[in-house]
């Protein structure tokens, strides 16, 4: 007998409001109930929604991996509802790790910590540390803080595929797999979180994310090291961080970086290819001449990172539905604003 859709709540929680609506109460404990019998929940962060159980139970952490077909290589985030749920996670706290997170949590970074022994292997792949994070949705956090539970949450799709930004987006990827939707409404960052891993010196972004260079290295006042795109795993071997295999957050369309997007697109249109291409160039008038193409979409990005950022997922979802045979998008700037949708595109791009 086939599973039924998992049902989609919303959840709202008014700024000026000190506690949710009853209504997102209500959603939250039926999410906690699943969690305590070992299910599954989509839950909305501020990155992208997030497919979460008990963190500490083998066998929930496990129906993760069988509902996402994530290989057993790659691990998971563990997401905590403060400083003080981290630390209980981590068999010792790095001086790095306590300035980021007292700096920078609730938000969208991640910290490498040596692990305790009692999160189980299969959330760390096998390895000795662990990958936290103290989400900044309020939501999400008043559901850990109720539950009690530390929450493993890697990104609510079916493995190497777009991250889910918006409820729909989770359903249309996992349906029956998942027990029930918490819908936030749209993540506003749009891209995963930053991971650092603080065990190394000096430490090293293993996946960049909304939080910089930068702004790293302003809040732990000395360098931060940055993890190479090519610098992918094996696939038998464990991965120090989610999101570090070579082919990652692909649309079902094939997905190409351009550096010459016009010449390219016309290229693929005088052989008949359907085309979707996000351009960061839309008054150029290269871009114009074939914006009229009877084969192709012209979708404008922005051109500040962040906007772009919080834009992508949603766009390549949007195209995946158009039943085209390419989709083209401008190279970004090289410049670090820019590093982790840069990540993101060419881990997209790549061959599977």
Known sequence: MPRRLPDILPIEWPENAPAPPSATDAAIDRAIALIRSGGLVAIPTETVYGLATDALDSESVDRIFRAKGRPATNPLIVHVADQAMARSLA????????????HFWPGPVTVVVPKHRDVP???????????????????????????????????ANRSEALSPTRAAHVLE??????????????????????????????????????IGRAALEAVIGGLVAVESVDSAPASTEPARTPGSHARHYAP?????????????????????????????RPTDPAVRRLAGSHDLVVVPMPDDPTAFAAAIYATLHALDQRDLD?????????????????DRLSRAAASG
């Open 326 to 342: 390419r989709i083209i998008c401008d190279m970004p700037p090289a410049t670090e604003p820019w590093h982790a949708l840069h």
């Open 252 to 280: 079902r369309t094939p997905l190409e970086l351009a550096a010459d997007a016009p010449t390219q697109v016309a290229e693929l249109l005088r052989k008949g290819k359907r085309i979707g291409w996000l351009t960061l």
């Open 121 to 155: 292997d299969i959330v760390t792949a096998g390895g000795s540390t662990v990958a936290l994070r103290c989400p900044a949705h309020r939501l999400t956090r008043r559901l850990i803080e109720r539950s009690g539970y530390p929450l493993a949450a890697p990104s």
């Open 173 to 210: 990827s996992l349906g029956d797999r998942v027990d029930l939707i918490l819908d936030g409404g749209p993540c506003p960052h749009g891209i995963e979180s930053t991971v650092v891993d603080c065990t190394t010196s000096p430490p090293r972004i293993l996946r960049p994310g909304p």
């Open 91 to 102: 068999a010792n706290w790095p001086p790095t790790a306590e300035a980021i997170a007292s």
